[in-house]
């Protein structure tokens, strides 16, 4: 079991930036994947970015690619999105989840995880 924390969301104007937390309760962050994913009204939850349980395997949305970089400190229990470049269509609540599976190349749907955040908002202004 495993409960997640996020935080660092809010208002920003576009071209601006924005680093998430995601801080994970127990002992055995280490052993998840972890992921962040999204949500906007009206719109399905789709897959922003994941990282393997070393944190040595990106994967992004070709949406955010090279403008958004996830990270992990496993020392820490926590899990980073940076978000730089920020556009309105980024605007959406923010979740991050844990997968107990392993790394794979179905890690960006959100069937394979088990554990989720409450979301954090992300607001961002034209």
């Known amino acids: 079991q495993v409960q997640l924390v996020e935080s660092g969301g809010g208002l920003v104007q576009a071209g601006g930036s924005l680093r998430l937390s995601c801080a994970a309760s127990?002992?055995?962050?280490?052993?998840?994947?972890m992921g962040w994913f999204r949500q906007a009204p009206g719109k399905e939850r789709e897959f922003v970015a994941t990282i393997s349980r070393s944190g040595g395997i990106t994967n992004y949305a070709d949406s955010v690619k090279g403008r958004f970089t996830i990270s992990r400190d496993n020392a820490k229990n926590t899990v980073y999105l940076q978000m730089n470049s920020l556009k309105p269509e980024d605007t959406a609540v923010y979740y991050c989840?844990?997968?107990?599976?392993?790394?794979?190349?179905?890690?960006?749907?959100?069937?394979?995880?088990?554990?989720w955040g409450q979301g954090t908002q992300v607001t961002v202004s034209s």
């Open positions: 127990g002992r055995t962050f280490s052993s998840y994947v």
């Open positions: 989840a844990a997968s107990s599976r392993g790394y794979s190349s179905g890690s960006f749907n959100p069937v394979m995880y088990n554990y």
